[in-house]
């Protein structure tokens, strides 16, 4: 074998030998690669559905049914505190203004006493003035002397009995002011502290409700993203299948290409006249195999593109996500959260203590009232014993009326003092009825007090101490979710950074398409090279347009049968794949590349 | 309890892309590598779905389908070609040998889900 032609054939074959060999190796090597990727892929799918879930449970957690009724019936607490201190304060205001009228009836007793202590120093005059007179008439007034003693003993017992009277309005005056300032100091401030309280730790609620709020819609975010991260997941799987579909399509080149070789040996052992027909065809096959090589190399390096873009979108994605769950960590986390309940846990306790130090004060104030009904009993025994003395006095006037008539007119100025006497009496009976009415009265108002009073007795306690236990449940019911939400807020960072992490790293150390690339070059170089020399001696055949014709039933995959239409039109070929391509979609609801039976 | 889903194709990495798939959605999966590998597990094992590709070694997806309508254990069940082959001649070839269902790779995850709930009903 000669002939020039000949021997290039020669040279070209075993050009092909390497360049098949490479193609080959293309072919298997990225096998490896892409399990490995898929792999990854589906721990990156998997640790990103557990996040989404996490987060799913995260929102429930913090805005579910449960949270939701812990934080109602911590706001339906407030309210009845806050309730409950409105009577309280009501009632304060009502017991000052009860106190402050028994101030007055107390001060409308004063006058009356005085009345008493004149009536004694009257008596006592009486009585003087009745000794001597009695003495001056001697025998005949020996009945006056009996008569002035009665008329002293009485002015004692008048003086006693106002005294007594006397010392207790004093000691009711001081306990009601001292009850009265008890009241009032309770009202200006521990009512006061306890709104102010109450406002605040509603505040606070609000501020943990805005921070669960926060965090809610972070949770909800992330399902979200990872949402749409499923969907990037989609197009990797989808683009990597593009490894075994490049595989085959670099098969059937590397098939074409030994079917070139064995006819370039057989027709070679003949006697050589094969040789031009050998190089058109040599130049049809690697004009052919050329584009389908090419397009395979950039299908694949398209796909694997498509999936380090999917995958940094996916890395980004899960960036995003664990910044968003920092920050939330961040707002709902450290001393914030923390502190927070443990404010509204000590402003509960300082609330109920102010309710119970409240109630502490009615008791107090109830005992006062007790204490008044028991002073005013007192005074009720002195009145009655100064009315019995004006009854004495009345009678001891009448008397001395009669002892006076029987002296005849010696004894004329002891009917005179007599007259004084019965005088007094009547005083007496003026300033027992004044002082009666001002008791009467007093009593009239402390008994209604005792109806008003709705604070003592152990109900209330009851009632402060259950609302302090409540407050204490719902607030570590509370602290409860929110530490396990810190919990999970804290793994779900640490999850979605660690994977982002590794998303990202993965996503650095894909270069196989830069790989096939450079290797899809050299082969590509050498094709290129033996189809460029081929045609420089031969140009394409009219075989190689039938060839082309014929070989459309070859190549089964719509690419190919593409590349081959696109070819065969660039030679004046008009083939029929197009419309076969066409009509091989169903357009079904499942998409083109589905038909279902 | 889940469902049983086969998949047979010569390339490991479709395998694992398909078995992904359908665990992601619920479904339990068993591999073949290849027509023969298949027939032979689905011998003994009944699934309730089979996705295989056309060209395999030993047995291809046609030699296959045929081979499970012409047995007994799981000869009514759903098979679903996962191809690269688009030509309407084999899929005609698929239809008289008993395929339920064509499809061109590459599939879209949604997709052969969307498939495989339709013809498992």
């Known amino acids: 074998m000669t002939n020039p032609l000949c021997s290039q054939i020669q040279r070209w074959h075993d050009q092909l030998t390497p360049t098949m060999e490479i193609m080959r190796r293309l072919a298997g090597s990225t096998e490896h690669q892409f399990l490995e990727l898929g792999e990854k892929l589906q721990d990156f799918a998997l640790r990103s559905s557990l996040i989404s879930t996490t987060a799913r449970n995260l929102v429930e957690l913090v805005a579910g049914s449960e949270s939701a009724e812990l934080t109602n019936r911590l706001r339906r607490l407030f309210s009845d505190m806050d309730d409950y201190l409105g009577r309280v304060s009501a009632q304060g205001g009502q017991s000052c203004s009860t106190l402050e009228q028994i101030m007055v009836q107390l001060d409308n007793v004063v006058q009356p006493l005085e009345g008493f202590q004149k009536m004694d120093k009257a008596l006592r005059m009486l009585s003087i003035s009745t000794k001597i007179e009695s003495a001056r008439l001697g025998e005949l007034g020996a009945g006056f002397t009996t008569l002035a003693m009665d008329v002293e003993k009485l002015s004692q017992a008048v003086s006693e009995k106002s005294a007594g009277i006397m010392i207790q309005r004093q000691s009711l005056t001081q306990l009601i002011n001292n009850n009265l300032e008890m009241v009032r100091s309770t009202e200006a401030h521990q009512y006061a502290d306890a709104h102010a309280i109450l406002a605040t730790t509603g505040n606070n609620l609000g501020t943990l409700e805005q921070m669960n709020s926060a965090c809610s819609e972070t949770g909800n975010q992330v399902g979200l993203i990872s949402e749409e991260i499923s969907a990037d997941i989609g197009t990797v799987v989808s683009s990597m299948q593009f490894h075994d579909i490049t595989r085959q399509q670099i098969e059937h080149v590397i098939e074409a290409l030994e079917k070139l070789q064995q006819h370039t040996c057989t027709a070679m052992e003949g006697s050589g006249e094969a040789c031009p027909g050998l190089v058109a065809e040599t130049g049809d096959i690697c004009e052919l195999q050329t584009a389908q090589m090419r397009h395979a190399a950039d299908q694949l390096t398209k796909a694997t593109q498509a999936i380090l873009d999917s995958m940094q979108d996916i890395g980004a994605k899960q960036t995003q996500i664990s910044r968003d769950l920092q920050q939330a960590l961040m707002g709902n986390s450290s001393s914030a959260e923390k502190s927070l309940l443990d404010t509204m846990e000590q402003e509960m306790h300082q609330v109920t203590r102010i309710l119970q130090s409240c109630d502490q004060a009615d008791q107090e104030l109830a005992g006062a009232m007790q204490k008044v009904t028991g002073t005013m009993a007192n005074i009720g025994g002195f009145v009655s014993d100064i009315e019995a003395v004006g009854t004495e006095i009345d009678l001891i006037a009448l008397n001395a009326q009669i002892k006076a008539a029987h002296t005849g007119t010696q004894g004329a100025a002891l009917g005179v003092l007599a007259e004084a006497i019965k005088r007094l009496s009547l005083d007496a009976v003026t300033q027992t009825e004044a002082v009666s009415s001002t008791l009467l009265a007093i009593n009239a108002i402390t008994a209604q007090m005792e109806d008003q009073s709705f604070l003592s007795g152990e109900g209330n306690l009851h009632q402060v101490a259950e609302m302090e236990q409540e407050a204490r449940q719902i607030i570590s019911a509370l602290s409860g979710i929110n530490r396990s939400l810190l919990q999970q807020l804290s793994s779900l960072a640490s999850t979605s950074e660690s994977l982002a992490d590794d998303i990202n790293s993965t996503t650095a150390s894909i270069h196989v398409h830069e790989e096939v690339q450079q290797q899809t070059e050299q082969s590509l170089h050498a094709l290129e090279q033996i189809y460029s020399e081929a045609r420089a001696q031969v140009p394409a055949s009219s075989e190689f347009r039938d060839n082309l014709r014929h070989m459309e039933q070859r190549y089964t995959m719509d690419s190919e049968r593409m590349i081959h239409e696109m070819l065969a039109a660039r030679h004046g070929v008009r083939l029929s794949l197009q419309k076969q391509q066409e009509s091989s979609g169903s357009g079904s609801e499942y998409g083109d590349n589905v038909d279902l039976f | ?121």
Do not use: C, H
């Open chain 2, 1 to 121: 309890m889940a469902k049983l889903i086969m998949t047979a194709d010569d390339s490991a990495s479709v395998r694992q892309m398909v078995s992904f798939t359908l665990k992601q959605a619920g479904y339990d999966v068993v591999e073949a590598v290849d027509g023969k590998d298949a027939l032979t597990k689905l011998g003994t094992q009944k699934v309730d779905m089979l996705i295989t590709d056309l060209n395999m070694p030993n047995l291809d997806g046609i030699g296959l389908i045929k081979g499970v309508r012409g047995g007994s254990l799981n000869k009514f069940i759903p098979i679903v070609m996962l191809t690269t082959e688009s030509q309407d001649s084999r899929k005609a070839e698929g239809k008289a040998a008993g395929a339920t269902g064509w499809i061109v790779k590459p599939f879209k995850p949604e997709q052969l889900i969307a498939v495989v709930k339709k013809v498992l009903g």
